[in-house]
Structure formats: structure tokens, C-alpha cells
């Protein structure tokens, strides 16, 4: 017992020089969040708030900047912080969750590995949906079975959920969708969709279909056809859900592969082998920024969704999902890719 003060004291010693070699580090210098998207995507809108605010709750308080890295949906920037990135703390990344799970349904082009990323928080657990036009003339989900619809998407072979959604939906379900690719991503399929080039769009998130498509749906030249979370959105009563097509408890599992991960709509990741303490200092400052009220009013008033989770829970969610059976990994590869 005798021994128990020096053991406490050793502990806050070595806590307190833990902080301090964080705040040293931070100090003075420039913290970058890169987003693997274009400028004005729902991923950058997110980031370029997060950016405004994260630096003052980040030992040092260091400057926040936010880079573009554009390609391959996100698959460029993902490649990039696992093998390239300054493993030091000084960088974290954005991109949509299909990239994360590519090395578990067997995208070559993956190079890293999911599990080994330093995570840091999910900004939103979000609900993605499909989207269409009156032109498509679906009045409700199930007309999708009878009728040919045009949905865009974005360039052949990439990860992002824009193709790989409605390949599964058709795959997994019947549906009558035919994909038309190509596009950069979900402005440009907005702009396809006012000229007529396609009908709609599948892997929308509902943040997204608030802000940059509140116009297009509050004039009723979109409709959510169909909604694709995991669990049933409290704001989309009435919207038919994906689950509902699943029949068997292997089809779920599918499911969960494909549709259920979506719910890390806004993760954020550092490279392998960040030192404890820094990603330690970055899960609080994301947390601590996402409470803060001045940061809480300005994404209200923006219409950005804030449902967190830490960065330990993102990791048991990975777990989870790359424990996966194989054969319903199997099935989940063949549904996402065009056939």
C-alpha cells in the first residue's frame, strides 16, 4: 500500500507529459484534413465546417486546413493516407464508406488495410436513398420491377456508393435499373438528372438530399424513392425501406455488408501508427468540437446532420463487419459490381 501514492504519481507524471508533448507538437503548426471528393460534396461540406472550429479544441491549437484529393470515389485518398501520409498526427482523411470495406470485397486497387487505420470519429450515421425524377414514372418503389430506369453513376470500377448502390439494388432485388457512368459525382448526376440525361441517383445521403437537393425536392422535381440504412430513418415515414427485400438471414447479413455500413456516413481517419497520445488528442477534439455550441448552431443552420460516433466505436463497427461469413461476403461482391 505504501507503494500506491508513487504509482499514482508516476501515472499523472507521465499523463501530464503525454499532454505536454501533444500540445508541443500541435503548436504552431499546420493540421490538414483532406476530403477524397470534390469541392462542394457533402464530404467537403462537412469537412470545411469541422475545419472552422476543430483546431481550437486540438492541444496547440494548430491552423486546420482542407485539401481536395480527388479520384477513383475516394479510393485515391485512401491509398494515399495509408502508404504516403506523414504518420505523425499532422493529417486525417474523409471519403464514403465503400471505400473502407473495398479490401473486404476484393478490390485490387486497395491498397491498405481498413483495420489498421488510426480511427478517429464518424461525423454522421447517415441514411442514404435513392432518388428519381418524374420522368422516371415510378410511382412507387415497386414500379421499378416492370420499368427500365436510368440512374447515373460515377466512372466504371470505382468504390464509390453512386455505381456500387444501385448495382446491388438491381443484383440483389430485380430491379429494372440500368446505370449510366461516367459522371465525377452526385452534382454532376444533378445536373444529368434537370437535362434529362437520367432519371436519378442511388447512395444519396439524406444530409446531402437536404442542403445541396432541398430545391429540386421541395419543387417535386425529385422523389426518395427508396431508403437504404440499416435502420428505418425517423424523417422518411412512409418511404420504403431496402431491408424489406431481404428474405433470409444470409440475405441481411448482405445487406448489412452492402447498406448497413453506410451508417459511417462521415469517418474520419489518420494513417497507420499515429502516435497514442496524438489519436488519442484528435478522437477528443472531433468529439468536443461536434458538442461545442457555437459549432452545433452553425451546423444547424447549415442543415448538417451530427449523429457521432467515437473512435472506438468505429472500430467494434469494423470488427463487426469484417467478421462477416464468407459467404455472404461472396454475394456482397458479386452484387456491387456491374454483371
Known amino acids: 500500500m505504501k507503494r500506491v501514492p508513487a504509482l499514482v504519481a508516476m501515472l499523472v507524471a507521465a499523463q501530464t507529459a503525454n499532454a505536454d508533448e501533444v500540445e508541443d507538437f ?14 462542394g460534396t457533402g464530404f467537403d461540406v462537412y469537412s470545411r465546417a469541422l475545419a472552422r472550429h476543430l483546431g481550437r479544441f486540438i492541444p496547440g491549437k494548430p491552423g486546420v486546413n482542407v485539401q481536395n484529393m480527388q479520384g477513383a470515389s475516394g479510393m485515391a485518398a485512401a491509398n494515399w493516407l495509408y502508404n504516403i501520409a506523414p504518420r505523425d498526427g499532422s493529417v486525417m482523411a474523409t471519403y464514403t464508406h465503400s471505400v473502407i470495406f473495398e479490401p473486404l470485397i476484393g478490390d485490387a486497387s486497395a491498397r491498405f488495410d481498413p483495420l489498421k487505420f488510426s480511427w478517429i470519429g464518424n461525423m454522421d450515421e447517415s441514411t442514404q436513398v435513392c432518388v428519381v425524377s418524374p420522368n422516371a414514372g415510378l410511382a412507387r418503389f415497386e414500379d421499378i420491377f416492370t420499368k427500365e430506369t436510368l440512374f447515373g453513376g460515377s466512372g466504371a470500377g470505382t468504390a464509390g456508393p453512386l455505381s456500387q448502390t444501385p448495382n446491388a439494388i438491381r443484383n440483389l432485388t430485380g430491379a429494372k435499373i440500368k446505370l449510366v457512368q461516367g459522371y465525377r459525382g452526385s452534382f454532376d448526376i444533378k445536373l444529368a438528372i434537370e437535362r434529362g440525361e437520367v432519371h436519378g441517383l442511388c447512395g444519396l445521403p439524406t444530409s446531402t438530399a437536404r442542403t445541396e437537393w432541398r430545391g429540386m425536392l421541395d419543387l417535386g422535381q425529385i422523389k426518395i424513392l427508396v ?103 461472396e454475394r456482397a461482391k458479386k452484387a456491387v459490381r456491374a454483371n
Open 26 to 39: 500541435y503548436r504552431g503548426r499546420a493540421f490538414n484534413i483532406v476530403v477524397g471528393h470534390e469541392v
Open 227 to 329: 431508403q437504404l440504412g440499416r435502420n428505418k430513418h425517423p424523417d422518411l415515414a412512409g418511404v420504403p425501406h431496402i431491408y424489406d427485400y431481404a428474405k433470409t438471414d444470409e440475405d441481411r447479413q448482405v445487406y448489412d455488408l452492402i447498406f448497413g455500413t453506410q451508417g459511417l456516413g462521415r469517418p474520419y481517419m489518420a494513417p497507420p501508427g499515429v502516435p497514442a497520445p496524438r489519436v488519442a488528442a484528435l478522437r477528443k477534439a472531433l468529439l468536443d468540437t461536434i458538442a461545442d455550441p457555437t459549432f452545433a448552431a452553425e451546423a444547424k443552420a447549415a442543415q448538417i446532420d451530427l449523429t457521432p460516433l467515437s473512435g472506438e466505436e468505429v472500430e467494434k463497427l469494423l470488427a463487426r463487419v469484417f467478421a462477416t461469413p464468407p459467404a455472404a461476403v
